[in-house]
C-alpha cells in the first residue's frame, strides 16, 4: 500500500514540480497539502497548490495555513519566482478551493489519524511548529519529517549564512528542529553543481512533450534568471524536487550523517543559520562552564551531505513523463 505523506508548501516554481513529483508517484499516497506563507503571500501559496494539483488531476485536499511568521514580517521571494510564484505567466485559478479548515489543525488532524505518515516541508516551518505547540505528541506519529532548508556546509542563498526557508522563520524552524521529530535535513547546497538543470537538461525535458513536462519549464523561467544573476550558473535550480526526491527514495541521498542541528535566531549577521555539530562539541547549556565532550547534545536530525545526481533527475523525468 502507498505510504501516506503530507505536503506543507509556499508554493511557488520549484514547490510546484515537487507536488508533481509526489502526486504522480505510486509509491506514496498523498494525503494532505496544506500552504505557508513564504516564497509568496500565503493566499498565492495556495492557489499555486490547488493549480499543480489540478493539472496532475489530484483531488488531494488543500488548506492554507500562517499568514506570516511566528515573530517577523514576512519577506518573500518574489524577485526569484515572479509576483504569481510561477513566473507571471498569467496561469488561471483552479476550479476548486481550498478546505475552511486552516492548515494547523489539519496537519494535528492528519498527523494523529495517519500513524508512521511522511512529512515533508517545502517552506518556512512556521505551520509545523504551531502545530507542535498545540499537539507535541505528533512527534510520534511521524515516520519521517523530510525538511527542504538549510546550508550546513556552505553560504546561504538569502544571506552569507542562511537558506531561505530557515531565514524566514527561524523562531519556527527552532521550535521543529528542537521539537523530536525524525528530521532528515536537505540542505540547498544540494541542488547545485550537477544537480542543477543545465540548458542539456532543460531540453531533454522539454522533449518529453507532456503537459507537466511543459509547466515544470516554464514557470522556472523566471526562477532561471534569477538564479543565473545569484550564481552566475545557467540552468534551474530546484531544490524542492530534490528534497522530494529524497523523500520519495532515501537512497538517492548516498552520503548522510545523524547531528545536533540548532537554529541562530539572535542575530542578523547569522539570523536562519543552520549550526550543524560535525564533531560532537556542543556542551550541554547547564554545564557550559565546565565543558567536556561528554556533555555533547544528542543528534537530532538526519543531515545528507550528497546526492546522485542522475538518478535525482530521472526520478525527475519519469514523474514529468
Given at each position: 500500500m502507498?505510504?501516506?505523506?503530507?505536503?506543507?508548501?509556499d508554493?511557488a516554481?520549484?514547490d510546484?514540480v515537487?507536488?508533481?513529483?509526489a502526486?504522480r508517484?505510486?509509491?506514496v499516497?498523498?494525503?494532505a497539502?496544506t500552504?505557508?506563507?513564504g516564497?509568496?503571500q500565503?493566499?498565492?501559496a495556495t492557489?499555486n497548490?490547488l493549480?499543480t494539483?489540478?493539472?496532475?488531476?489530484?483531488s488531494?485536499?488543500?488548506?492554507q495555513g500562517?499568514e506570516?511568521p511566528l515573530?517577523?514580517?514576512?519577506?518573500?521571494a518574489d524577485?526569484?519566482h515572479?509576483k504569481?510564484?510561477?513566473g507571471?505567466h498569467?496561469?488561471p485559478?483552479?476550479?476548486r478551493?481550498?478546505?475552511?479548515?486552516h492548515?494547523v489543525?489539519a496537519i494535528i488532524?492528519?498527523v494523529r489519524?495517519n500513524?508512521?505518515?511522511?512529512?515533508?516541508?517545502?517552506?518556512?516551518l512556521?505551520?509545523?511548529?504551531?502545530a507542535?505547540?498545540?499537539?507535541?505528541?505528533?512527534?510520534?506519529n511521524?515516520?519521517?519529517?523530510?525538511?527542504m532548508?538549510?546550508?550546513?556546509?556552505?553560504e546561504g542563498?538569502?544571506t552569507?549564512a542562511a537558506e531561505?526557508n530557515?531565514?524566514v522563520d527561524?523562531e519556527?524552524?527552532?521550535m521543529v528542529?528542537?521539537s523530536?521529530l525524525?528530521?532528515?535535513?536537505?540542505g540547498w547546497?544540494?541542488c547545485?553543481?550537477?544537480a542543477?538543470?543545465?540548458?542539456?537538461?532543460?531540453?531533454f525535458v522539454?522533449?518529453?512533450?507532456t503537459?507537466?513536462?511543459?509547466?515544470s519549464?516554464?514557470c522556472?523561467?523566471?526562477?532561471?534568471?534569477?538564479?543565473?544573476?545569484?550564481?552566475?550558473e545557467d540552468g534551474?535550480?530546484?531544490?524542492?524536487p530534490?528534497?522530494?526526491?529524497i523523500?520519495?527514495?532515501p537512497s538517492?541521498?548516498?552520503?548522510?550523517?545523524?547531528?545536533?542541528?540548532d537554529?541562530?535566531t539572535a542575530?542578523?549577521?547569522?539570523r536562519?543559520m543552520?549550526?550543524v555539530d560535525r564533531?560532537?562539541?556542543?556542551a550541554?547549556e547547564?554545564?557550559?562552564e565546565t565543558?567536556?565532550p561528554?556533555?555533547q547534545r544528542s543528534?537530532n536530525?538526519?543531515?545528507?551531505?550528497?546526492?546522485d545526481a542522475a538518478?535525482?533527475?530521472q526520478?525527475?523525468?519519469s514523474?514529468?513523463?
Amino acid at each position: 500500500m502507498p505510504e501516506a505523506i503530507l505536503i506543507d508548501t509556499d508554493t511557488a516554481s520549484d514547490d510546484a514540480v515537487a507536488l508533481i513529483m509526489a502526486l504522480r508517484s505510486a509509491t506514496v499516497r498523498v494525503i494532505a497539502i496544506t500552504t505557508v506563507a513564504g516564497n509568496v503571500q500565503v493566499q498565492q501559496a495556495t492557489r499555486n497548490a490547488l493549480y499543480t494539483a489540478e493539472l496532475c488531476g489530484a483531488s488531494t485536499p488543500v488548506y492554507q495555513g500562517a499568514e506570516k511568521p511566528l515573530a517577523r514580517s514576512l519577506s518573500t521571494a518574489d524577485w526569484f519566482h515572479g509576483k504569481d510564484g510561477l513566473g507571471d505567466h498569467g496561469y488561471p485559478s483552479a476550479r476548486r478551493s481550498a478546505e475552511k479548515q486552516h492548515a494547523v489543525d489539519a496537519i494535528i488532524a492528519t498527523v494523529r489519524s495517519n500513524p508512521g505518515i511522511l512529512l515533508v516541508t517545502l517552506g518556512p516551518l512556521t505551520n509545523i511548529a504551531l502545530a507542535l505547540a498545540q499537539a507535541p505528541d505528533l512527534v510520534q506519529n511521524v515516520g519521517r519529517c523530510v525538511i527542504m532548508g538549510g546550508a550546513p556546509c556552505c553560504e546561504g542563498n538569502v544571506t552569507p549564512a542562511a537558506e531561505y526557508n530557515i531565514w524566514v522563520d527561524p523562531e519556527a524552524a527552532r521550535m521543529v528542529f528542537r521539537s523530536g521529530l525524525p528530521i532528515e535535513m536537505v540542505g540547498w547546497q544540494l541542488c547545485r553543481g550537477a544537480a542543477v538543470l543545465a540548458p542539456a537538461d532543460i531540453e531533454f525535458v522539454s522533449n518529453i512533450g507532456t503537459g507537466l513536462a511543459n509547466f515544470s519549464v516554464e514557470c522556472n523561467r523566471t526562477a532561471r534568471k534569477a538564479f543565473r544573476t545569484q550564481t552566475g550558473e545557467d540552468g534551474i535550480s530546484l531544490p524542492d524536487p530534490v528534497a522530494m526526491s529524497i523523500a520519495l527514495d532515501p537512497s538517492i541521498g548516498y552520503e548522510s550523517s545523524r547531528h545536533y542541528v540548532d537554529i541562530e535566531t539572535a542575530t542578523e549577521l547569522t539570523r536562519g543559520m543552520t549550526v550543524v555539530d560535525r564533531l560532537g562539541v556542543a556542551a550541554n547549556e547547564r554545564n557550559r562552564e565546565t565543558w567536556a565532550p561528554l556533555l555533547q547534545r544528542s543528534p537530532n536530525a538526519t543531515v545528507y551531505w550528497a546526492i546522485d545526481a542522475a538518478r535525482w533527475k530521472q526520478a525527475l523525468y519519469s514523474a514529468l513523463r
